[in-house]
């Protein structure tokens, strides 16, 4: 078997436990079934493109994004906790190198991330289903959203988990980034409407584009500002990738 | 060919030296001890041995590849236990070996195979479907070292591998080392309890300061560096014994309070006749009488002490 699938396979069983499927299921059920049905008595209606969408459709949809990008947070625990509890060494005296580790752990995400997007579809369904417009590219726009969208949280996932050295620093710094991801995006709420400083936030986080691309994709909307998005997404994507592989390849042992 | 075969390698941070110049050979299907004080230059040096980090100069040939050049060609071939804990903290004790074997491609059936004998010989079984996070730190450190086992190699390194475990776990590793030692293994061992390595090391090296000030058989070690004895001489009086033998040369002498005479002495043999001689001029009767080998941990600190003083000594 390649050493990649091995590594895989080895980071699927340590970090898919009950607890973290279940977390990424409910949690967004959560926002989905009672704050998408709680807030549209404040939201009844969302534009997006040339479409109305009811709140609880945009949430649904909003939290696809949101939980790929929840769900690759695993990725920083995998690293870290290789760091903390001496796996990480002990998998480089094995026959692995480093850039298969750093390999593995983007296959992983990008599974996870592929199968959180899924589940969220899924489980969403109903409530965006009316008003769904699936076409050719609500496929590939989806698949790359999740992708894309899984690499670069993950690398900055990745990048926090290999510059931090303690657990508490590790927490908060990671719950604050990604709260920050989550709230000041359009996963939540659309962009207009919202103060113009925190519009223009939103357009500063890499959510508020991989959300976007979602929406365009099953709402069957796309433009040339969909397309920019996935451009900057994808370099965005690529650009931190580099940089946690780097940081990666340079960790002390 | 030799296991490891390694000629002037040196490590350097900075300005400071962790490993100087170092020559080693390892021969295969042996145990090869690797002694030194704290900060020595034993796990940089580890650490080079097993790839993980490149040398700043010099050559090294694990198993006849080139270490330099090919260091994952050597990493198929090796187990490494590290000093520091490894484990995951969320898997069983029996799906850790599981997965360790599937990481290191071995065989479904065999894997199978391999965990049920290294739980009963790991005394592991009663704490099979225990979490790691959940285990001692003993019973962790077993998990660790057994988990090594799950793959086949050539050359296996394990720095202090016996550190937190109790003395019967201790000796149940270091004979399920011996075996697998007859099997064809070669170790490279480090430790700091230095009854281990009398046990189990057919060679030793002792490194200080980042350079090897010894390397020998723990018996030739003793040859060369083990001339102080200490012997136990029991007598039936003590009255005036210190005046009677206090003119003694080359010898330091304890008296203690029930009839025991210790004595040190580089020259154990004419001292001990010397003092017989006088014992029995004087009709004192010895009821017993002991002569303590040198052990390796006196070998050691005298080497490592001898060492320090010639690094210090001016001109140095």
């Known amino acids: 078997m390649n050493p990649i699938i091995r590594l895989v396979n080895r980071n699927l069983t340590i970090s898919l436990n009950m607890g973290f499927v279940i977390w990424q299921i409910v949690f967004p059920l959560i926002y989905i079934f009672v704050a998408g049905f709680a807030y549209t008595a404040l939201i009844h209606q969302v534009p997006f493109g040339n479409k109305t969408l009811d709140y609880p459709a945009f949430i649904a949809t909003g939290m696809i994004g949101f939980n790929i990008m929840n769900s690759t947070l695993i990725s920083g625990v995998i690293i870290w906790n290789d760091r903390r509890h001496g796996m990480f060494e002990q998998i480089l005296v094995g026959p692995f190198t480093r850039a298969q580790y750093i390999l593995s752990n983007v296959y992983t995400i990008g599974i996870i991330g592929l199968v959180s997007a899924a589940m969220i579809t899924a489980v969403g369904y109903p409530l965006f289903f009316k008003q769904v417009e699936f076409n050719v590219l609500t496929v590939p726009l989806v698949v790359f959203a999740s992708i894309t969208g899984s690499i670069l949280f993950g690398s900055i996932a990745s990048i926090i988990s290999t510059r931090l050295k303690s657990s508490e620093g590790f927490n908060v710094v990671i719950n604050t980034v990604f709260l920050f991801f989550a709230f000041v995006s359009t996963a939540f709420y659309p962009a207009q409407g919202a103060p113009p400083i925190l519009s223009t936030a939103f357009y500063f986080n890499p959510l508020t584009y991989l959300v976007d691309v979602v929406r365009a994709g099953i709402f069957g909307y796309f433009n040339g500002m969909v397309a920019t998005e996935m451009i900057v997404l994808g370099i965005g994507a690529a650009v931190l990738f580099l940089v946690a592989t780097k940081l990666l390849s340079k960790l002390e042992l | ?316």
């Not at chain 2, 270490?67 to 490494?80: F, H, M, N, Q, T």
């Not at chain 2, 799906?95 to 790991?122: C, H, Q, T």
């Open chain 2, 1 to 316: 060919m030799y296991g490891i075969e390694v000629n002037s390698l040196s490590k350097s941070y900075g300005n400071f030296t962790a490993v100087d110049g170092i020559d080693l050979k390892v021969e295969q299907g042996k145990i090869f001890g690797f002694l030194g004080p704290n900060g020595a230059g034993k796990t940089t040096t580890m650490k080079m041995l097993t790839t993980l980090i490149p040398p700043s100069s010099g050559k090294m040939s694990i198993l006849g590849i080139d270490a330099i050049k090919s260091p994952l060609e050597i990493r198929k071939k090796i187990g490494v236990v590290l000093q520091q804990p490894s484990y995951e903290p969320t898997l069983s004790v029996e799906k850790s070996l599981e997965k360790y074997g599937m990481m290191w491609n071995v065989d479904k059936k065999i894997r199978k195979n391999r965990v049920e004998e290294l739980l009963v010989a790991f005394d592991l079984v009663d704490i099979r479907k225990k979490k790691n996070d959940d285990l001692s730190i003993g019973q962790r450190r077993r998990v660790q070292v057994a988990r090594e086992f799950m793959h086949d190699m050539d050359l296996l390194f394990l720095d202090e591998p016996t550190v937190g475990l109790d003395p019967s776990a201790r000796r149940g590793l270091l004979d399920f080392i011996k075996g697998k030692v007859k099997d064809g293994l070669t170790i490279f061992f480090t430790t700091h309890i230095l009854e281990e390595a009398e046990y189990l090391c057919d060679d030793i090296a002792i490194i200080n300061k980042g350079k090897i000030i010894a390397v020998d058989t723990p018996d030739e070690l003793k040859n060369k560096f083990g001339r102080q004895k200490t012997i136990k001489i029991h007598v039936g009086q003590q009255e005036n014994i210190s005046s009677l033998l206090d003119g003694i040369p080359d010898c330091t002498m304890e008296y203690d309070t029930g009839c025991i005479i210790t004595v040190h002495s580089s020259q154990s043999e004419q001292v001990l006749q010397d003092i017989l001689k006088i014992l029995a001029s004087n009709h004192i009767l010895v009821e017993d009488l002991s002569v303590v080998p040198t052990s390796l941990e006196e070998i050691f600190l005298s080497v490592v002490k001898n060492s320090n003083e010639s690094n210090n000594s001016p001109g140095q």
